[in-house]
């Protein structure tokens, strides 16, 4: 019972005004029904001034029982309530204000080792062909063995995509397919102060070393387009490096996309 004269004492000046409007409300409602009961010549007439007023004296005494109430309350109920029944409430907290802790997990995190770090295996760098533009200094051909492993009977070692880039490539034939015959060679060969690029090859038919597919270097730059064909019918099956070289204008190496394929014919 004390939270109902605790919830009136809070809400006295909100239920005040709601009464006054009430008894205002079926204030009217009353007049208008007397003066329809003193006009009414019918049965019906009657009856429904009967019931309008009934209702609106319900109402009326019911407003006026609740203000009452609430007075009452403030006059004699409130001065023997304790102190702490009285004292405003707490306000609810903005939990858009507020942070939260983050959740607490269901279980036990499983704990799982670190992944182990992958071996970095070094990169193998290709011979070139003697007396070509920006070449490297001849290796220790012991070290060279030593990074490469055993070496294979029918070629050279396939090797992936070495520094192709945008500028840089062949497209076709990809790398790691078959081919046979009349071999045509798209891809770019665009990269900054161009100066020319050229095409060789390395496998079973030239005894490991690079050998020049077009026969020349090519001084105008291509861009996702033909770079040029050659026709290797009468060579030797087994897998072959091709290698794009670019130069620049000053006669610099500028950079090598080395792609693996493998001659059938």
């Known amino acids: 019972m004390e939270r109902v ?39 019906l007439e009657r009856e429904r001034g009967t ?6 004296v319900f109402f009326l005494l019911l407003f006026a029982g609740i203000a009452g109430l609430v007075y009452y309350v403030n006059i004699s109920i409130a001065p023997t309530l304790p102190a702490d029944l009285l004292k405003p409430p707490t306000p609810t907290p903005n939990i858009f204000a507020t942070p939260l802790s983050s959740p607490t997990p269901l ?8 992944e182990p770090t992958p071996v970095l295996v070094p990169t ?24 490469a492993g055993p070496p294979t009977p029918s070629g050279p070692t396939p090797t992936p995509f070495v520094d192709c ?3 840089l490539n062949i497209s076709q034939p990809a790398n790691g397919s078959v081919v ?20 060789e090859a390395n496998g079973p038919e030239t ?24 026709n290797l019918s009468e060579w030797g099956n087994g ?19 080395v792609i693996q394929v493998t001659l059938e014919n």
């Open 239 to 257: 897998p072959y490096l091709l290698r794009l070289t670019a130069v620049d204008a000053n006669d610099n190496l500028t950079g090598q996309c």
């Open 207 to 230: 005894n490991g070393s690079w050998a020049s597919l077009l026969g020349r270097n090519i001084e105008q730059p291509v861009r996702d387009s033909f770079l040029g064909n050659v």
């Open 124 to 147: 193998i760098t290709l011979a070139s062909q003697p007396g070509g533009p920006g070449e490297p200094a001849e290796t220790n051909p012991e070290a060279t063995a030593e990074l």
């Open 107 to 114: 279980g036990t995190a499983e704990i799982r080792p670190p």
């Open 165 to 167: 880039t945008v500028d």
């Open 51 to 56: 019931q309008k007023r009934n209702t609106a």
């Open 5 to 43: 004269y605790v919830f009136i004492l809070r809400n006295d000046f909100l239920i005040y005004i709601i009464c006054f409007l009430g008894v205002f409300w079926y204030g009217s409602q009353f007049l208008q029904a007397r003066r329809t009961l003193e006009r009414a010549m019918f049965g």
């Open 180 to 199: 046979s015959g009349l071999i045509n060679f798209s891809g770019t060969a665009d990269t900054p102060n161009f100066g020319y690029f050229s095409l």
